[in-house]
């Protein structure tokens, strides 16, 4: 069974930071892109950041640009998503996903290329 399980969620105060991890179970994904997508309170889900397979190309959301990167170690199985000087507006539940894509040269923002979804971790920046 494939599992996505995101961790390091939790409450930070504004200008603050946090790290989410997210382990890849029951496949590999080391040819596969990875990233994460959030869905803030009553809005609709969005995308965040993805990472093509070998880290060449990431994509991220114009308004974490300078405050998030995302990065994996394909050997753990494990993408990750450093979140610096956070603010309240980054307050959502976090998803992680991955494709199942033969290295992909450039990552998705659509939420239907993504096969596989963690049952996500809550972040909530506080002002």
């Known amino acids: 069974q494939v599992q996505l399980v995101e961790s390091g969620g939790g409450l930070v105060q504004t200008g603050g930071s946090l790290t989410l991890s997210c382990a890849a179970s029951?496949?590999?994904?080391?040819?596969?892109?990875m990233g994460w997508f959030r869905q803030p309170p009553g809005k609709e889900r969005e995308f965040v950041t993805a990472?093509?397979?070998?880290?060449?190309?990431?994509d991220l959301i114009d308004s974490v640009k300078g405050r998030f990167t995302s990065s994996r170690d394909n050997v753990k199985n494990t993408v990750y998503l450093q979140m610096n000087n956070l603010k309240p507006e980054d307050t959502a539940v976090y998803y992680c996903?991955?494709?199942?894509?033969?290295?992909?040269?450039?990552?998705?923002?659509?939420?239907?290329?993504?096969?596989?979804w963690g049952q996500g971790t809550q972040v909530t920046v506080s002002s």
């Open positions: 990472i093509s397979w070998n880290t060449y190309n990431t």
């Open positions: 029951g496949r590999s994904f080391g040819d596969n892109a």
């Open positions: 996903v991955a494709d199942t894509y033969y290295r992909r040269t450039y990552p998705s923002r659509l939420g239907n290329e993504y096969d596989y």
